[in-house]
Structure formats: structure tokens, C-alpha cells
């Protein structure tokens, strides 16, 4: 049967970025349906709230999304979107993959490291958040369990195994954070007991943080709690030139969304200007997740055509060129 597949285009930048990813997907011949549906400030002009049941509807029924980023309104009870999603749909391992290519600001040549960072506990879980009537003081709690850890850190052992990769990397705050940070350690080195054919490595996250800078080289798979693996990320795709070139999956045990890891940069919105690279490669990851590696590959060959010979490409990678342009380059070689 067709797969039907629930596309977001979200803000900003989003629905050019994504036009250019559904170009691309039906040139290399992908036969899916789509259903489109509103979620951020597009939904909220045309059905008054930001994420609507329609679009939370579609989500489930289809099992897999690929979503522009969404504007999260600034102010008074607007809790992001990205977070409610990830929550609901208990999409608990974000995968973020960096490769850096020639010719781009990519800081070292030959980067490709996978980010899995936990996507529902942590300093995201929304709990105990207490203000202090007077304002001058905060808490808010972070949680980690034992089912959490344990499944994410397997999941990047599985995905290691599955890629070929060689090394798993935890990182943790153990030294300090000891109840929740020490608990994650402590999962994450039993379940590497359990991967003897994959290298387990553990790290410190501040100075992992400074090893990614001068030494990326080390790293392969890194998996980390919520709020490390935010931060991590996207010091990854500082790396390989930007957050134009970063893409991420949010997987739980039924259900996908593939999106960018850049918001709607609203700066460069409706200006033609926005490198397409992340929600393409985020397409590459869900035709991974399909079972279409074939697909995936001539994608991900073609990317890596265009950026590094510098034909048509946009300008956050050094050219001259547009949204239009830069995805007219990916068909002419596909
Ligand atoms: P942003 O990621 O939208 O932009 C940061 C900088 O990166 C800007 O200078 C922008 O022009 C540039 N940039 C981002 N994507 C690019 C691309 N594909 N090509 C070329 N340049 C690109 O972050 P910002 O400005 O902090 O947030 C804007 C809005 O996006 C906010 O409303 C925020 O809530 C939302 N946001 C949404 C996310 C999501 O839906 N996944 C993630 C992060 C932010
Ligand atoms: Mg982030």
C-alpha cells in the first residue's frame, strides 16, 4: 500500500525549504501520498490555536511527518510546540546527524557524527516548575528514569550496529549532577556491556564540549541527556558549517517526525534565501527510516555534488544563489 505521510510546512522559512524537499523526493520517485496539515503561527491565524487536533489527528493516523520548523509565539502560555509534540507522541530518541563537506565553512574536513539525545526526560520534563511569589526565586525539576535511559542508550547502540559505526560516546555530568546524571551513566555502562562489538566511551560534558572543537575526530555516535543534547547538537552543526546543514528525527516505538534543527529565521523569510540542506537530509532520514537506504543514498550523493562543487548554492555556504536555484541544481542531478 502507499505510504501516506503528514507534511507540516510550518513558518517562515519553512514551506520553502520543504517545497524543496518534496521536489526532490518525487524525483527520485518516491510514490507517497500527502496529507498537509497547519501547526504553528499559520494555525493559529487560520484555526485560532497553534496546534490543532487535525494536525495532531494526522500525525498519529500516518505514523510519519516531515515538518518545517514552527514559530513558538513569544509570551504567556504559548509552550513550544516542538516540546508538546515530542511529549505526546512520546518521541523519546532525537537524532541529529552532522557530516561536513568540501568547500563549506565546515570547520574540519571529513565530520560525521550522530547526536542521540533524550527527548522527553531530563531538564524537559516541565516538572516541579515553581516560581517564588516574590519572583526571586525559581526551581524547576529534572528527571530521569531508568526505562528512559535505557532506551535511549540503547536505541544509539542499535543505530550504531545499524550504520556501521564503531564508538559510543556518553555524555553525562555525573561528577556533579549525581542522582540524575549518575543514574544515566550507570544505565548507559550497563547497556554498553551488553554491545561488546561497539567501542564504549564516556565523557564529561563540558569537556566534551572543548573535544568536539579540537578534536571532533574522536567522535562517532554521542548519546546524551535532554538538555546536553540539545546544546551538543547544535555545537555539532556549528561544525559542518551552520544550522542550514542540520537535520533531525524525533522517533518513538510507531512514530516519526523529521524536521530541521533551525527554527523559521524569520530573517531570511520569503527572501528566497534559505539553504534547503537540512530538510532535505532529514527527508534522507526518513526514507532511512522506510526502509528506501537506495533512495536515501542518491539523495545524499547529489547533496554532496552540489555543495562541494559550489554549483547554484545558497549563500549561507559561501554562493550566490536561492532556495529555487540551489533545489534546481539537486533535480538537474538526479
Ligand atoms: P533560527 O534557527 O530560525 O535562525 C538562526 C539563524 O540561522 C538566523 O540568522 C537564520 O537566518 C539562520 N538560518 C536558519 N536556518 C537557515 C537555513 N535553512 N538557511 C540559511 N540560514 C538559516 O533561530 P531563531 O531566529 O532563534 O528562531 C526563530 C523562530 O524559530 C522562533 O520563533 C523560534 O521559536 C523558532 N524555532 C523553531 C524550531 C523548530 O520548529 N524546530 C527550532 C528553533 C527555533
Ligand atoms: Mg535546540
Redesign the pocket.
Known amino acids: 500500500t502507499q505510504q501516506r505521510i503528514t507534511v507540516i510546512r510550518?513558518d517562515?522559512?519553512g514551506p520553502d525549504?520543504i517545497d524543496s524537499a518534496l521536489k526532490i523526493l518525487e524525483k527520485v520517485g518516491c510514490d507517497f501520498a500527502y496529507d498537509f496539515a497547519d501547526a504553528g503561527l499559520v494555525a493559529l491565524e487560520n484555526h485560532g490555536e497553534l496546534l490543532p487536533q487535525a494536525t495532531l489527528d494526522l500525525i498519529e493516523k500516518n505514523k510519519v511527518t516531515l515538518k518545517g520548523?514552527?514559530?513558538?509565539p513569544v509570551g504567556e502560555g504559548f509552550t513550544s510546540i516542538?516540546v508538546s509534540l515530542r511529549k505526546k507522541f512520546q518521541l523519546y530518541s532525537n537524532v541529529r546527524p552532522v557530516i561536513s563537506f568540501k568547500g563549506t565553512k565546515a570547520r574540519y574536513e571529513d565530520i560525521d557524527i550522530v547526536t542521540i539525545r533524550e527527548n522527553t526526560e531530563g531538564m524537559y520534563s516541565g516538572l516541579g516548575q515553581v516560581v517564588s511569589e516574590d519572583g526571586n526565586e525559581a526551581e524547576a525539576m529534572s528527571k530521569i528514569t531508568r526505562k528512559g535511559a535505557e532506551r535511549i542508550v540503547e536505541f544509539a547502540y542499535e543505530l550504531a550496529r545499524r550504520e556501521g559505526r564503531k564508538k559510543v560516546t556518553a555524555v553525562h555530568k555525573a561528577n556533579i549532577l549525581k542522582s540524575t546524571s549518575g543514574l544515566f551513566l550507570k544505565v548507559a555502562r550497563e547497556v554498553g556491556e551488553r554491545y561488546p562489538d561497539i567501542e564504549s566511551a564516556e565523557m564529561i560534558v563540558d569537556n566534551t564540549c572543548m573535544q568536539l572543537v579540537m578534536n571532533p575526530h574522536q567522535f562517532d555516535v554521542i548519546v546524551t541527556t535532554n538538555l546536553f543534547g540539545d546544546i551538543i547538537s547544535d555545537l555539532c552543526a556549528g561544525l559542518v558549517g551552520?544550522?542550514?546543514m542540520a537535520p533531525g528525527a524525533n522517533i518513538g516505538q510507531d512514530c516519526a517526525i523529521f524536521?530541521?534543527v533551525?527554527?523559521?529565521?524569520?530573517?531570511?523569510a520569503g527572501k528566497n534565501?534559505?539553504?534547503?540542506t537540512?530538510v532535505i537530509l532529514a527527508s534522507v532520514q526518513m526514507l532511512e527510516y522506510l526502509g528506501m537506504a537506495d533512495k536515501a543514498e542518491k539523495i545524499r550523493n547529489a547533496l554532496k555534488d552540489v555543495i562541494e562543487s559550489g554549483d547554484r548554492t545558497?549563500r549561507?555556504l559561501g554562493g550566490e544563489h536561492g532556495t529555487t536555484d540551489f533545489t534546481q541544481a539537486m533535480l538537474d542531478r538526479l
Open positions: 510550518g517562515g522559512i525549504i520548523p514552527l514559530t513558538t516542538n551552520g544550522l542550514g524536521e530541521a533551525h527554527g523559521s529565521a524569520p530573517d531570511i534565501l534559505a539553504n534547503p537540512s545558497t549561507d
